[in-house]
C-alpha cells in the first residue's frame, strides 16, 4: 500500500525526509498517527523513526528552520521532540528491546525497523510509513495492522503472553483502545489478558489511572469497563466496583446488579457532560451499595446511608487510585453524598425550605447534581421514567424560584461573627457561633429572608433570649 498522496499535504513530513535523506538514515513515521490517518481521526502528534541516532535527525530538522524552533533531547530516553505551530514531533531511533520478569524497565539496543514495530503493543500500533524520497509513502506493515484495522481488532503483534508481560501496562492499552475505537479484542490477545491481568501489579498507579481516565472520558465507557471487569483487570485495581456486581435473592426479593446500573448511569451521564470529575461521581455514587446492603422481610433489600458512607469511601479510593485529592475529590464526595436528595424531594413534597438546603450544600454544583439525578433513573419501565423525569423537572423550577428570592447558592452570612462580637463587646465564643448558626437555619427554613436587615433583627432577638445586650459606647 502507498500512502504518498494521504502525506502529501503535510510539509513537515517531507522535511523530516529530506533531512534524513542527507544524514543518509532511514526514516519512518510511526504509531498512532499513521493508524489515525488510516482511520480518518485527525492528530498532532507524529512519531518519526529512523534506523540511526534519533536526536541526531531530530537536530538536522530543527536546523533546517530559518528560525528558531524549540528543540528538546532527552539524551537518556535516546529520543527528541520539535514543537511546531500545532505539531508535536517526537524523534527516537529504532531499538530492540528486552525485559526483565520484575521491571517494566527494559533493556533498550539499538534495532532495525522490523525489531521496532515488534516491540510495539498492538497491530494497528506497528503500522510505518516510509518517508525518505526514494520510497516516499510506502506502507510498512509486518504484522497485518491495516486488516485488523478493517476487521476492527485488538491484536498484539507477537504471542500476547510475550507483549503484554513484558510491558503490563499494554494490557490497560488494549482496554483503552478498544473503548476509544469501538473495536473488539481478538480472542488470544483476550485471553492473554486473563492470564496476565495479576501482573499489572508492577504498573504504578498513576499510568493505570491515566488509562482509566482514557477509558471514562470515551463515548461509551461502559464498554471498557465490561472488558476490564471481564478480563479481570478491574479487579487488580478496583474491587470496589468490582464488588458492585451480582444479584442476591431471597426468595422472589432480589436487587438489581449495581455494577451494570452504574454503567448504565455512567453512559447516561456522558450525554449531559464530558466533565471527568462528573463522569467519576456518576462511577462512585452507588459505591458503598455492597457495604450497607441488608435484607429484611418488610422492606426487602435497603442500602440505607449507601450515600453517606460512599462519600467516606471516596477519598480513600482515590488516594489508592492516584487520582487527585484536592478540590476534584470533594467535588465527587459532595455528589455522592447528596445523589439521592433530588429524589427523596420529589418523594416527599417539594418545599421551599428543603429545596434551599439543598442549594445551599450543593452550591453551584446543583445542576450538575440535577443531571446526576436524571442519569440515575435507569428503570425499564417508561411510565416511571417519565414521572421521574417530570418531578425532576418540578424540583429544577422551585430551585429557580427560591433562587430568585433568596440567594443561598453560595451562602455569606449577612451578619458576620466580627459584627455579632462588635455589637454586643462579645469576646470569639461559643454564642457566637450559635446566633450565626440560628441565623443561617432561620434563612434556610425560610423564616427570615436572606437580607441584612432581617438577619439584625433576629440576632437581636436571638442575643436578648440568650440575656445578651448590646454593648453601651
Ligand atoms: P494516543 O496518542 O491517542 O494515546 P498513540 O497510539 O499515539 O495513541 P502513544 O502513547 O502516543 O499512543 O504512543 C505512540 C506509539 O508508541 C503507539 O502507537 C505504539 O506504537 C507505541 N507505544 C506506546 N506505548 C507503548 C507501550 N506501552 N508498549 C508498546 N508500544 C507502545
Ligand atoms: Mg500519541
Not at 302 to 311: I, S
Amino acid at each position: 500500500m502507498n500512502l504518498s498522496k494521504e502525506i502529501a499535504d503535510i510539509e513537515v513530513i517531507k522535511r523530516v525526509g529530506a533531512c534524513a535523506d542527507k544524514l543518509g538514515l532511514e526514516a519512518y513515521v510511526v504509531g498512532g498517527f499513521v493508524r489515525d490517518l488510516l482511520l480518518k481521526r485527525p492528530s498532532k502528534d507524529i512519531d518519526f523513526v529512523c534506523v540511526g541516532s534519533g536526536i541526531a535527525l531530530a537536530k538536522k530538522v530543527a536546523d533546517s528552520f530559518d528560525h528558531h524552533v524549540p528543540l528538546s533531547v532527552f539524551k537518556n530516553f535516546g529520543t527528541a521532540m520539535i514543537k511546531l505551530e500545532d505539531w508535536e514531533l517526537e524523534f527516537v531511533g529504532a531499538r530492540k528491546e528486552s525485559y526483565r520478569q520484575d521491571s517494566r524497565k527494559p533493556i533498550v539496543e539499538d534495532g532495525t525497523l522490523k525489531e521496532d514495530q515488534e516491540r510495539r503493543d498492538f497491530t494497528i500500533n506497528a503500522l510505518a510509513i516510509s518517508i525518505n524520497q526514494a520510497t516516499f509513502g510506502e506502507l510498512v506493515d509486518p504484522f497485518d495492522g491495516v486488516r485488523d484495522l478493517k476487521r476492527k481488532i485488538i491484536k498484539t503483534p507477537l504471542d500476547p503472553d510475550t507483549t503484554f508481560s513484558d510491558d503490563p501496562l499494554r494490557m490497560m492499552r488494549a482496554v483503552r483502545f478498544a473503548t476509544q475505537l469501538k473495536f473488539d479484542i481478538e480472542p488470544d490477545t483476550f485471553d492473554g489478558l486473563l492470564r496476565n491481568a495479576s501482573r499489572l501489579e508492577i504498573i504504578s498507579g498513576e499510568r493505570i489511572v491515566d488509562e482509566l481516565n482514557k477509558i471514562i472520558l470515551s463515548d461509551t465507557p461502559s464498554y471498557g469497563f465490561k472488558l476490564l471487569f471481564v478480563s479481570k483487570l478491574l479487579h487488580q485495581f478496583f474491587p470496589e466496583m468490582v464488588d458492585l456486581q451480582g444479584v442476591d435473592s431471597v426468595g422472589d426479593k432480589s436487587h438489581k446488579d449495581n455494577f451494570y446500573h452504574t454503567l448504565q448511569v455512567l453512559d447516561n451521564i456522558c450525554e449531559f457532560t464530558d466533565d471527568l470529575w462528573l463522569r467519576w461521581a456518576a462511577i462512585m455514587h452507588d459505591i458503598a451499595k455492597p457495604v450497607t446492603k441488608r435484607f429484611n422481610k418488610k422492606a426487602g433489600w435497603t442500602f440505607h446511608g449507601h450515600e453517606d458512607k460512599g462519600a467516606r469511601m471516596t477519598p480513600k479510593i482515590f488516594r489508592k487510585l492516584k487520582l487527585p485529592m484536592d478540590e476534584r475529590m470533594k467535588y465527587v464526595q459532595k455528589l455522592v453524598r447528596l445523589h439521592l436528595r433530588p429524589i427523596a424531594l420529589v418523594n416527599d413534597k417539594v418545599t421551599d425550605s428543603a429545596v434551599r438546603r439543598l442549594v445551599y450544600e450543593a452550591g453551584d454544583d446543583v445542576e450538575d447534581l440535577m443531571n446526576l439525578c436524571r442519569a440515575d433513573v435507569t428503570s425499564k419501565n417508561p411510565n416511571r421514567v417519565k414521572r421521574f423525569l417530570a418531578n425532576f423537572d418540578k424540583v429544577e423550577q422551585k430551585i429557580q424560584e427560591v433562587e430568585e428570592k433568596d440567594q443561598v447558592r453560595n451562602f455569606q452570612p449577612p451578619v458576620s461573627g466580627e459584627e455579632i462580637m462588635k455589637i454586643f463587646g462579645l469576646p470569639p465564643s461559643k454564642t457566637v457561633g450559635e446566633i450565626k448558626e440560628e441565623i443561617k437555619e432561620a434563612i434556610l427554613e425560610g423564616q427570615i429572608e436572606n437580607n441584612k436587615e432581617q438577619a439584625i433583627q433576629l440576632m437581636f432577638k436571638l442575643a436578648e433570649a440568650k440575656g445578651i445586650s448590646k454593648k453601651e459606647n
